[in-house]
């Protein structure tokens, strides 16, 4: 069910349950005035039947023959009020109750009319007309108790009831929205883990069906963007690699062929020369050969580096102390550039799970360009730090040398690409790039001209890794 629907279910069980609640409240609430009507109607029957009671013990022992005439008009104010309250009494305590209250009023009506008639103040007549004047008062006063009683017990029932109600409806409200809030809580985490995965360049499959509401169709979005994303993804790391063969092999055709053609020249002028070279200009010129075969065969080793990555030998390392022991292998070239180094570690980082030999190869490449960058004079910075919501180590190393153009940028990870003119190979930072990408982690730079350069490492922490042991790979 769609989350906009369960929302409308919602607010309509709560509208039928506070409906229902009203139509009770209301239900009491007309029972209770019609019994307060009617004990207001009883109290003024109780008050005519006293003074009928009154004018009988005039009669009787004071002799007022008018005492019996205020009674009849008593009956008479009676009869009459029952007559126009006929309905409150019977909705009140019932048409038997109403019709025997009738009938012991026409009892004593008639026992009035009698003792009227036949003028006689005799105990049989005085006794029968007090016995049926205590019953009608007797029976007034026990039906506006009964009827008091019965409005307290439904003042209480209801209290009770609207209580019950109240609590039952906070329970369903608290229920209902725990209920939701939990739903659209685990379908934001599973968006929220897809697009931090997405980010990673990593493209889950999601195995279980999405739920038929408006989450599960947001999910069923992003995993299709990410199926699509993944696609282009693969079709542009083709088109990468093929561009990247065509730059690596329009490179290596172009440093193999400079010492070649050097070694072509100084061969075919050592020939001409021959006869009136010496013995050192013959050795100068072989060692001129040698160096650039050496050339030749530095060239061929990063790219065999490369291509075929060494085998990796991991273990737990502690990030600050192999920025230490890089720090002692550049320091001389510091101390002779007369450059300043600014450390800003983290202390209390997290392991990471390396090859040292091979992090240590990439942060020596980093310093050594940053030094020749920076010329003489000026300020190394390194600095080490966690990212708790990466779980991933970040090593910082800056310069404030000359920087590098924003055009070079996108390519100064491309291999034979550099800078140097003819000092640099162009493949450190290349092969850089693949040591950091083979341990799972992610090198970028940030330059402007005039200001300097920033390459920044991350690397994942054995926390993320979740598997540290010395000797796994």
Request: contains cysteine; aromatic residues 6%; proline residues 2%.
């Amino acid at each position: 069910m769609k989350i906009e629907h369960k929302i409308y279910l919602s607010n309509a069980v709560h509208i039928l349950l506070i409906v229902l609640i009203g139509i009770f409240a209301l239900q009491n609430l007309n029972q209770i005035l019609t019994k307060f009507r009617f004990t207001v109607i009883a109290e003024g029957l109780n008050a005519n039947f006293l003074e009928m009671r009154l004018a009988e013990k005039n009669y009787f022992l004071y002799g007022d023959d008018t005492a019996l005439d205020n009674i009849r008009a008593r009956i008479e104010q009676t009869s009459d009020t029952l007559l126009q309250v006929r309905g409150d009494i019977t909705r009140a305590v019932g048409a038997e109750k109403y019709s025997e209250l009738q009938g012991n009023l026409h009892v004593y009506t008639q026992l009035v009319d009698s003792i009227s008639k036949a003028r006689h103040r005799d105990a049989a007549a005085q006794k029968k007309l007090r016995e049926a004047g205590q019953k009608l008062k007797t029976f007034s006063e026990n039906i506006t108790t009964l009827e008091s009683d019965r409005i307290e017990a439904i003042i209480v029932r209801s209290k009770n009831i609207l209580l019950y109600s109240f609590w039952a409806v906070v329970l369903f409200a608290f229920l209902f929205s725990n209920l939701i809030v939990r739903n659209i809580g685990q379908s934001l985490r599973k968006v929220v883990d897809l697009t931090r995965a997405i980010s990673r360049g990593n493209y889950p499959k999601i195995e279980e069906k999405p739920s038929n509401d408006e989450m599960g169709a947001v999910i069923s979005a992003i995993s299709t963007m990410a199926d699509e994303l993944h696609n282009r993804e693969k079709e542009l790391v083709q088109s990468k690699r093929l561009a990247s063969i065509g730059i690596l092999v329009a490179g290596v055709a172009h440093e193999l062929n400079n010492p070649l053609n050097n070694i072509s020249m100084l061969a075919q002028t050592y020939a001409e020369v021959y006869d009136g070279l010496g013995k050192e200009d013959r050795i100068g010129f072989m060692e001129r050969v040698d160096e650039e075969v050496e050339r030749l065969r530095v060239i061929i080793r990063n790219l065999l580096d490369y291509a075929k990555p060494k085998e990796q030998h991991l273990a737990k390392a502690t990030t600050n102390q192999v920025i230490q022991k890089i720090l002692a292998l550049v320091q001389n070239m510091l101390d002779i550039s007369n450059i300043r180094i600014k450390l800003s570690l983290a202390e209390d980082l997290p392991d990471i799970y390396i090859d040292e030999h091979q992090i240590q190869q990439v942060l020596v490449n980093m310093a050594t360009n940053a030094i020749q960058a920076m010329g003489k004079g000026g300020e190394l910075r390194i600095a080490s730090r966690y990212l708790p919501e990466n779980e991933e180590i970040e090593i910082e190393i800056g310069d404030n040398g000359k920087g590098i153009a924003p055009e070079f940028l996108d390519h100064i990870f491309d291999p034979f690409f550099t800078t140097k003119e003819e000092s640099g190979t162009g493949l450190g930072l290349w092969v850089s790039y693949g040591i950091i990408k083979n341990h799972q982690g992610n090198i970028r730079v940030a330059s402007q001209v005039g200001v300097g350069t920033t390459f920044i490492i991350t690397l994942p922490s054995c926390k993320k890794l979740k598997r540290c042991t010395d000797g796994e790979a």
